[in-house]
C-alpha cells in the first residue's frame, strides 16, 4: 500500500484469518527479538501453518506495506505493529462485553449506586438510568487480561481515564492523537443544568464528555493536596471524588467565563478557578474554623 491507499483496503486486508496470523507472527517475533526481528520465510510458514505454499505467498504478498521483506526473511512494519495492536485489543470486535461489576461511588445526577460494564465499544459507568451513564472509549483488553479482581480493574481504569482527560486539557485526542479544542460547556441535554468539561476530535470525530472537576485531575497542586494524604489522585476513580461530581462546580462569571471547583480534604479546601478552555487560571488554599 502507498500514499494512494484507503482505511478501506486496510480493513478489507486484516479480513482474512491467514493474513492476520502472518501478521501476528512477526509481531511476535518483534517482541521475541526487537533488535533481530527477522523472521526467514519457511519459518514464517511454518508459524503460520499454512501448507499450501501458493496460498501462503498470496496474502504474504497482499499484505504489502504492513511487512518489510529484507534478505533474510521478513518484518512487521510500524503500520503493521499498529493493526496488531488494534486487533489485539478488542476494539474492532462489536460482540465484546464484560460485567456489570459493582463499583464504588455514586450516581452524580441521583445518588444511587454505580456499576461498570462494557457494551458496543464503550465502558459504561451506570446507575441503570440511561441519562445518568458516563462513556468512556477502552480498550476491552484494559479490562480482560491479568485483571481479575474489581480493585486491579478499577485502578487501570481510573488511570486510563486520568490520562484521557490530561490529554484532552492539552488539546489531543485520546483515540487518534488528533487536534481537539478542549472547553467548558453549558450541559447539553436540557434536563440537566450545569456545565461539563468537553472535547471533540476533528480527525476521529470523536468526542469526550466529562465533569468539570476531571478538568483540575492533572493539576500539579491538586496532585500534590492528595498526595499529602498519602493518595494518589491519578489511580483514584474519578467518580468518588466529590468534586469531581457533575454540577458540584460553581460558575462565578459568564463574561468571561470562570468556574470554580473546591477540592475538600478533611478541614481543608483548595479552590481551583478555570477559564472556558478548562485551565486553571487561580488557586487557593484554605482551612476551616
Known sequence: MGADSSPTEMFELVSNETRVAI??????AFR????????????LRERVGVRDKG???????????LVSRESEGYVVSSVGLAVVSAVASGSLDP????????????????GDSLELRYENGHLLLTCGVDDHALLFPVSPTLLDGDADATRDVLERVAVTVYQQTLQLGHGVCPECQGAVT???????????????FHGDCRDCGFQYGFPVGAAALSNPE???FYSEAGVDVRT??????????????TIVSEEPLRARVDVRRGSETLSLTLDSAAGVVSTERSVAD
Not at 32 to 43: G, K, L, N, R
Not at 187 to 196: A, H, I, L, T, V
Not at 236 to 249: K, N, S, V
Open 222 to 224: 491538586v496532585i500534590a
Open 32 to 43: 521475541e527479538s526487537p533488535t533481530d526481528p527477522v523472521v526467514a520465510y519457511s519459518d
Open 236 to 249: 483514584t476513580p474519578f467518580w468518588t471524588l466529590e468534586w469531581c461530581h457533575a454540577g458540584h462546580e
Open 95 to 110: 460482540e465484546w462485553t464484560w460485567g456489570p461489576t459493582d463499583v464504588p461511588g455514586e450516581c452524580s445526577f441521583c
Open 182 to 196: 478542549p472547553e467548558i460547556a453549558p450541559e447539553p441535554k436540557s434536563d440537566q443544568d450545569g456545565y461539563y
Open 23 to 28: 501478521l501476528r507472527a512477526l509481531a511476535e
Open 55 to 65: 496460498n501462503f505467498n498470496y496474502h504474504l504478498d497482499r499484505l504489502g506495506d
